[in-house]
């Protein structure tokens, strides 16, 4: 059975004089179209003001936390953490998904589980937080969550996305981009499957599948890093 509302905020310890702001940021649209009889609003207003709120806290972690970094680093730091991925990540690790309220067509489909979905829900609980408890403790509630990926000592090449590393590294070799091709396009427009393969000067260095075309591009970009990365240390010790 889902996680309630209720359940999620002692879970997490979080205190709402407005338990109601909370149970809304849980509410996913789909829920609300099959439902239009019904009072509940979806959290997408939630999600709008979470993203500004998460924005605001990070931007301010990192300039604290990096104080010998220019502005360029500092934005991919960020960019790192609060991109969808990033979010989903901390998301998944708080176990919020369980207790998201979705409709029955989202659900079978496993929108629960989709990245997007999870990165918005997290803004979404980020901007109750704020709406009820004030800025301090939509803070406290941020730097805990996201903690480990704010005290994580790696390189700012790796924070940078998968596809403006591939990027980086096909200019630096040939002078020209990667080029990403759809292998198969299968489903229904709500439940799309994409396979995605990335070339580099005509070869073929890795292969992605995801329920989205920048999705299947962003793990065929990893396959290809991870290739070239075993091409390198292979040449290394050979």
Do not use: C, W
């Not at 999620?8 to 407005?18: C, I, P, S, T, V």
């Not at 990403?180 to 260095?205: A, M, T």
């Amino acid at each position: 059975m889902p996680t309630s509302a209720s359940e999620l905020a002692e879970r997490l310890g979080l205190r709402f004089d407005d338990p109601a702001l909370l149970t809304e940021a849980l509410v996913h649209s789909s829920y609300v179209n099959e439902h239009p009889e019904g009072t509940s609003e979806s959290n997408e207003r939630l999600e709008f003001l979470g993203d500004a709120v998460l924005s605001l806290i990070m931007s301010e972690a990192l300039f604290k936390r990096h104080r010998d970094e220019p502005e360029g680093i500092l934005t991919t730091r960020r960019a790192a953490i609060v991109s969808t991925q990033g979010l989903a990540r901390i998301a998944r690790r708080l176990e919020i998904g369980d207790a998201l309220v979705l409709g029955q067509g989202a659900e079978n489909s496993g929108e629960r589980g989709r990245s997007s979905v999870l990165a918005g829900l997290f803004e979404s609980v980020v901007a109750a937080i704020y709406l009820d408890q004030g800025l301090d403790a939509a803070r406290d509630f941020i730097l805990e969550s996201a903690a480990p990926e704010l005290d994580s000592g790696v390189s700012v090449d790796a924070l940078k996305a998968p596809k403006s590393r591939l990027q980086e590294y096909a200019f630096s070799a040939t002078g020209r981009a990667p080029a990403y091709r759809i292998v198969s396009s299968e489903g229904p427009d709500h439940d799309r499957h994409f396979i995605v393969e990335v070339s580099v000067n005509g070869d073929v260095l890795g292969s992605g599948e995801g329920r989205s075309r920048r999705e299947a591009e962003t793990h065929a970009a990893e396959a290809a890093l991870e290739h070239i990365e075993t091409e390198a240390t292979t040449a290394v010790t050979t």
